[in-house]
């Protein structure tokens, strides 16, 4: 079974700015077939948390602050994040979500999957998710 995890990114400042590299080969465990990315979000707002039946995904909190919302078997926690310089790498069957979003907040994401319109990877059911995850066996 994949292990979730923290990622730290390493970031270098220079003169008048800052830069993180990104090396996929050293943090990112599956080829990234999509990238999308997460911002403008209301007050109070949150993403709908969910988790995958196969796609894997690695959030980078790239500005601003969130609070990644996750269960990998021991109930749900609270995960601070701020950018940049953080990352989650969050494998198959793994409950997340965001909330607590800055105004500046920008999370990128990547991920081991193409879009699929039909949503039949996702599920949207906390109860589900802890009948059918491997993590709650």
């Excluded at 609270?78 to 800055?102: C, I, K, Q």
Aim: net charge negative; aromatic share 14%.
């Amino acid at each position: 079974m994949k292990e979730f995890k923290k990622i730290d990114l390493n970031t270098f400042a220079s003169r008048g700015y800052q830069l993180t590299p990104i090396e996929f080969k050293d943090a990112v465990p599956f080829e990234v077939k999509r990238v999308y990315f997460i911002t403008n979000f209301e007050p109070g707002s949150k993403t709908g948390e969910h988790c995958h039946k196969v796609e894997e995904e690695v959030f980078i909190q790239v500005q601003g602050t969130s609070t990644a919302v996750m269960d990998r078997g021991s109930g749900l926690e609270e995960l601070p994040m701020s950018g940049p310089g953080g990352a989650l790498y969050v494998p198959n069957f793994v409950w997340h979500g965001f909330t607590n979003a800055s105004p500046d907040c920008v999370i990128a994401a990547l991920s081991s999957t193409h879009y699929g319109a039909s949503r039949e990877d996702y599920v949207e059911d906390y109860e589900e998710f802890k009948r059918i995850s491997p993590y709650y066996r």
